[in-house]
């Protein structure tokens, strides 16, 4: 481990403490027929009446950060002799990439409004209103995440990042015993 694989360690341990310590919470509202809504990052050891940690948002947060910790050890670490003339730019501008995206997608999650999930009594319900990617600290009370959708775009990054990382992967430069077996495999078959 290198001096800045330690200082990636430290900042990722860093920002799992921030997250332990604000925690997302959801809020119930008065009525007891209501379903908890978003409200936001609370102290943990001062949270507000009716409040509860939102476990499925804060297990969501808490892997992002180590996901990104792995992208930022590769990108950290030592990188392997590169062929001639050809570096590895391309799979660490992969990782940049992904883990820029990973983060966007915490700061800006999908949500919709909570009151499409609670229509008025005899009336038919609503379709939930999709009311795009709101900036997580400056969402409403009454908005909810989509964490289906979240995850679904969570992976969807991920699956991403990983196939760029093995498309820019170093290739083996063919020696010429490898040219060789495949002219004589050739005149073979």
């Not at 792995?70 to 992904?98: D, K, V």
């Not at 800006?108 to 609503?126: C, D, G, I, K, N």
């Amino acid at each position: 481990m290198n001096r800045n694989q330690r200082l990636a360690v430290v900042i990722a341990l860093s920002n799992l403490a921030l997250i332990g310590l604000f925690p997302p919470v959801d809020q119930f509202p008065v009525a007891a027929t209501g379903l908890p809504a978003f409200a936001g990052f609370h102290w943990i050891f001062d949270l507000p009446p009716l409040v509860m940690v939102n476990a499925d948002f804060l297990a969501l947060a808490i892997i992002v950060v180590l996901v990104n910790l792995a992208i930022a050890w590769l990108l950290l670490g030592q990188s392997p002799a590169a062929a001639p003339g050809r570096s590895n730019g391309l799979r660490r501008a992969a990782l940049l990439f992904t883990a820029c995206n990973l983060l966007l997608m915490l700061l800006f999650p999908p949500m919709e409004s909570v009151y499409a999930l609670h229509p008025p009594p005899l009336t038919l319900p609503p379709l939930p209103t999709f009311e795009g990617f709101i900036f997580v600290f400056a969402a409403k009370p009454g908005h909810v995440i989509v964490e289906s959708l979240l995850y679904l775009e969570i992976a969807i990054i991920l699956a991403n990042g990983a196939l760029l990382w093995l498309v820019f992967g170093h290739r083996r430069q063919p020696t010429s015993d490898d040219i060789r077996r495949a002219i004589v495999d050739d005149t073979r078959g």
